[in-house]
DNA sequence: TATTCCACCAAACGTTCGTTTAGTTCTCGG
DNA sequence: CCGAGAACTAAACGAACGTTTGGTGGAATA
């Protein structure tokens, strides 16, 4: 319970946070130094360890803010009812708008390699969330509502490697409004494809 | 030129390469050190300065070698004549294959950051490969063969978001012969979709 | 067999890393 | 205005890094 009295803080933890994963993702999380860090923040590098653990909980907590955001997708009740083929509707719409809101957070979730018991974690977690999602292209699989002659498992992947791919090129510094045309081409294309001619 | 005096080596250099290029990309590459590329080889660390120059000539070497197998998919004759759909089709299909058969290679071409001069080099020469993916991408559109109300530089990137996808989850120590599947099943969610409804 | 050349290695080098220690500066409650 | 407490920092720590040095051992040539 902070009761006001020291100097003020020139940032909040989550402000720090969030610069912080933004240099993770241009560097790489190995790649950066606690230096890189104070540069980016105009902090000197041992004060982060007044804020934090350390490098490796600032990864935790940034991978962490992102699996959040994910999980909190499938709990919608738009994701947990209705038709196998809507409720994957959904969850591939709204799956792209939490990467488009929470870019950086999840940009660094889908880099992250299993080095360390808390990567090791993160990537449990997510398999998870992946496993989910892929028993709901099953359901719809199983409705007829999509193609049979994929297997689900490998659907759900190429579906979310499509979605996922967002993390590698939108830069909402340079298109700030363009998150919602990303959203609608991403459900678009992932549902009827590129081709203009009909299906199968 | 090798005149087979003196002691024969282990491995050649490809096959040197080959694991390196695993290593780099189970624990990432700024997360390998030298002990770990000796540990794996069965070499001492010091031994790979008489076969390359150092850390980041093995990192150039094992992207050169995805870049050159990319290029060679866009000089093949059918990338480069003919109507632009099916020219695309079969630039999606062969990079898929390329994908597949150059795995370990493609995957460390596609996780670099440029932090190196080595590094940019390579996000350069793959910039200059998607821009002429993206003129084909537009051409097709042109001609009406693909969906119009999809930008065609966002409908590249989503498509290859995709493709390059299968570097992410496809493992072929556990499904040797998945290969073919893989690339029907990028081919077909492409042009078509998951969705057995009509286009549109 | 003597010579040559290549593959390989042990040990050490200078540097940079994440982290710790021992403080200083600033703000506010009393 | 005093003192508590939080934000912040300079300097240094041991460890690990990529690389270099100086050499050993073995196979082919002559």
């Known amino acids: 319970m902070p009761d006001g009295r020291g100097r003020p803080p020139r940032y909040s933890r989550d402000e720090l946070l969030e610069k912080v994963v933004t240099v993770f993702n241009e560097r790489g999380y190995e790649a950066t130094s606690m230096e890189d860090l ?39 009740p738009a994701a ?16 792209a708008e939490v990467l488009v809101a929470e870019l950086p957070f999840v ?8 080095n360390t018991e808390v990567e090791r974690e993160a990537l449990g977690r997510r398999r998870d969330l992946d496993a989910r999602v892929a028993d709901m ?3 719809a ?6 193609r049979p002659d994929i297997d689900p498992r490998l659907a759900t992947r190429l579906l979310f490697g499509m979605v996922n791919s967002i993390t590698e090129w939108y830069r909402p510094d340079l298109r700030p409004t363009a998150g919602p045309a990303v ?14 001619r009909s299906a199968q």
């Open 80 to 95: 947990c009812s209705g038709p196998p083929a809507r409720r994957l509707e959904h969850v591939v719409r709204r799956t």
């Open 183 to 196: 959203v609608d081409a991403v459900v678009t294309l992932a549902m009827h494809g590129l081709s203009t």
């Open 137 to 139: 292209v099953r359901a």
């Open 107 to 114: 940009t660094l979730l889908l880099r992250v390699r299993g």
């Open 141 to 146: 699989a199983d409705a007829g509502d999509i």
């Open 38 to 76: 104070a540069r980016a923040t105009g902090l000197n590098k041992s004060s982060f360890y007044h804020h934090f653990n350390g490098k490796e909980e600032l990864l935790g907590l940034g991978v962490g803010r992102a699996l959040d955001a994910l999980a909190a997708v499938l709990a919608e």
